[in-house]
Structure formats: structure tokens, C-alpha cells
């Protein structure tokens, strides 16, 4: 059973995490994104985590549309890295150029995020690279605080999503390195499913997209506002236009996460959980 104190300096420090706009789609709903802006600013979070596909083709047009956006955002700390969509079209220039570089870190009040690209560019697949895993072990290792990782791609299968395609390729060196390095909370975008796994003391959330109706099943626009406190973690799934679910929670004296079968697979088995 879990029982460290997370050693944060406010509490309860509020994470957003949204994923996946994909601006310039037919899919796209700008109503939805309007409304997910709205609602962030009505929950005043703390940290915005941006885990890629802002854009559809990474075309410059798409990139400031999505500036305008996260630019309504009121958080003062939002972190943005890119996803397989936006280095399209090297598109991975205009994202350097209107949001930074392709790794971040941030730290607040006890709270370290390093944001990391996973893209390759013109290919759905990614990868975090060898020569990247030093930079996550020194960063994290000796580091105290509650700690997240950020990637754009999933690093477990996520259930619901068909046939296992691009899943990043170093996955489980990756996943290694952060249990190594004490890592608490992984966060992904990618496949527009939100699902959560427990490895070791990792957890490990994928966010579904927040604007897109590009769906599987019955899956819906969503996305996560994580609780931290001292003692205590909760993962919620938000619905833009509706209400939130605990998908997950740990810390002193909570044994596991919340499980719960995804739509498609309660259709395969005709579950009624």
C-alpha cells in the first residue's frame, strides 16, 4: 500500500491536462474548445499540461489558431509539447517558435513536469530516444517533490483503440527509467481514449482529446484535472458541458486505482458493470 507524503508546498495543487485539439480537422469543434477554455479559467488550476495534436497538419495557420486559444487561458503556468500531428509538414518549427522548445521543465511549489517530445516527424509512431534517458534520470532521481512525466504518445496499449500500431518504440526502457527515477504520474494524449494504469508505484493517465469527434465507440470529449495533496491524489475525467468522474486516486492509506471496463470493451462482453 502506498504511504509517502507527498512533499508539496500548497495544497491541493490543481493540474489541467488536455490533449489532442487537432485545429484544422473536419472533425473539429470549436464550440467544445471554447467551452473547455471557459470551464478551466471558471476551476482556476494551477498548471495547464498540453500533451500534443494541437494542430491536425502542423501548418503555420493551424499553430496560431491554437495560440489563440491556449492564449485564453488566465493559468500563469501552462506547458505545451508537440505531438505526431504537429511535426507534420515540419511543423515542429512554427511549434519552437510560437511555444517554445520541444523540452520543457517546470516547477511549482513542489511540483516537477518535464515535458518531453515524442514525434517523428511525418510518421504516426514515436520514440523517446536513448540519449534522452540520462536528461529524465537527472532531472528526477535525486529530486524531491511529486513528479511528472509528459509525453505526447502512450507508452502501455490503451484498451479500446484496435490493433497496437504506434505505441512509442522505446516504451519499455522508458517506463523503466521512470519507476528508476521515482517518477508519480505519467501523463499522454494520442489515441483519444482515456484510460489510467497502476505499475509499481507509476501512474500512468491517457487523456482523450477535448475538441475532436474523432471517436472510437462511445468514448466522448474529455479531459483530466489531477488533485494533489499531502497525502492524497485524485484523477478526474471532465466532460466539456458536463460533469467529472474520479478515475483514479493514491496516496497514505488508498490501496489502488479506480478500474472501470472501457465502452467497447463492455460491448465485446456485454457487461453491464
Known sequence: MPSRIFPINKSPIVVAHISDFHIGSYHFVANLMNRTVLELNELRPDI?????????????????????????????????IPGNHDSRNVGYLHFQELFGPLFQNMEWEGILVMGMDSSEPDLDSGQIGREK??????????????????????????????????????????????????????????????????????????????????????????????????????????????????????????????RELSGVAREIIGSDL
Open 48 to 80: 495547464v499540461i498540453v500533451t500534443g495534436d494541437l494542430t491536425n497538419e502542423g501548418f503555420r495557420q493551424e499553430y496560431m489558431t491554437a495560440k489563440s486559444y491556449l492564449d485564453g487561458l488566465e493559468c500563469e503556468r501552462v506547458l505545451v
Open 133 to 258: 534517458y540520462g536528461r529524465i534520470v537527472d532531472y528526477f532521481h535525486s529530486a524531491s517533490g511529486f513528479k511528472i512525466f509528459a509525453l505526447h504518445h502512450h507508452l502501455l496499449p490503451v484498451p479500446g483503440t484496435g490493433r497496437e500500431r504506434n505505441i512509442v518504440f522505446d516504451a519499455g526502457d522508458v517506463l523503466e527509467l521512470l519507476v528508476y527515477a521515482g517518477v508519480d504520474l505519467v501523463l499522454t494524449g494520442h489515441k483519444h481514449v482515456p484510460y489510467v494504469w497502476k505499475l509499481e508505484d507509476l501512474y500512468v493517465v491517457n487523456a482523450g482529446t477535448i475538441s475532436s469527434l474523432r471517436l472510437r465507440g462511445h468514448t466522448k470529449p474529455c479531459y483530466n484535472v489531477i488533485e494533489i495533496r499531502e497525502d492524497l491524489v485524485r484523477v478526474f475525467r471532465k466532460y466539456p458541458f458536463g460533469g467529472r468522474d474520479v478515475i483514479a486516486q493514491f496516496g497514505v492509506g488508498v490501496s489502488d486505482t479506480q
